[in-house]
């Protein structure tokens, strides 16, 4: 949870918290966040600190605000995973154009000797 002992500005560690949550699935995709002031309770730490978080994770685009209705998870954190993920699905696809490379010749070739 959220340490004044810890060097990360709180801001962040609310961010990282909330981020975590979306993660875990505890906030879904299109849910409505709690209030601010009930994030600060719930965090103990001032008002500002987690409009601040809220403002980062609006800027990564797991946020979004609509004025007098909330805020809302508009999508799940980017990360490692994310680029691990986009790495092997290059590998994968490299992989396949490959084959297809190869079969196309087979076929070109079985049918240049048909003809």
């Known amino acids: 949870m959220i340490s004044r002992d810890n060097a990360t500005p ?3 560690q609310v961010a990282e918290d909330i981020r975590q949550r979306v993660r875990n699935g505890e906030y ?6 709690p209030p601010l002031r009930e994030l600060r309770e719930a965090y ?3 008002e500002v ?3 601040n978080a809220i403002r980062e994770l609006q800027r990564e685009g797991v946020l979004v605000s609509s004025t007098g209705r909330g805020t ?4 799940l ?11 092997q699905l290059r590998r994968d696809v490299a992989s396949l ?4 490379e190869r079969l196309e010749k087979l076929v070109g070739g079985a049918e ?3 003809a």
């Open 28 to 33: 879904e995709v299109g849910a409505k966040l």
């Open 44 to 46: 103990g730490v001032a």
């Open 77 to 87: 954190p980017g990360g490692q995973e994310s680029v691990d993920d986009v790495d």
């Open 49 to 51: 600190t987690v409009h």
């Open 72 to 75: 809302y998870v508009n999508a």
């Open 97 to 100: 154009s490959s084959r297809v």
């Open 112 to 114: 240049s000797a048909g």
């Open 10 to 12: 709180l801001h962040e």
